[in-house]
């Protein structure tokens, strides 16, 4: 499995920035993906999951302003991200895992597999 996310960057406050995440080496529904972040010093936290019907769940931190997609002709894995603060601004990942189905996101140690990350910074 190999996950792969880019469109990381730097933005001002209320700027917009699309993630994406290129999967390979996943069963098609075998797997349901989202994002979490870490920022230096801070704890961890899951942004945005979308399970292998569809649905999706996100962090109240970003609730309106944060949307997960999947373009499975694609394989790719995206969130857009609107309305950026600057406490939006950490390490993002990609991830899978292959059980279950959530209404929350979830952290790093609950999935299979993740990507290295792209940084987003946000600047006022």
């Known amino acids: 499995v190999h996950l792969v996310e880019s469109g990381g960057g730097a933005v001002q406050t209320g700027g917009s920035l699309r993630l994406s995440c290129a999967a390979s080496?996943?069963?098609?529904?075998?797997?349901?993906m989202g994002w979490f972040r870490q920022a230096p010093g801070k704890e961890g936290e899951g942004v945005a999951i979308m399970n292998r019907d569809g649905t999706t769940g996100y962090a109240d931190s970003v609730k309106g302003r944060f949307t997960i997609s999947k373009d499975n002709a694609k394989n790719t894995l995206y969130l857009q991200m609107n309305s950026l603060k600057a406490e939006d601004s950490a390490m993002y990942y990609c991830?899978?895992?292959?059980?279950?189905?959530?209404?929350?996101?979830?952290?790093?140690?609950?999935?299979?597999?993740w990507g290295q990350g792209t940084q987003v910074t946000v600047s006022s």
């Open positions: 080496g996943l069963t098609d529904n075998n797997y349901l």
């Open positions: 991830a899978a895992m292959n059980r279950g189905a959530w209404q929350c996101p979830r952290m790093s140690h609950e999935y299979n597999f």
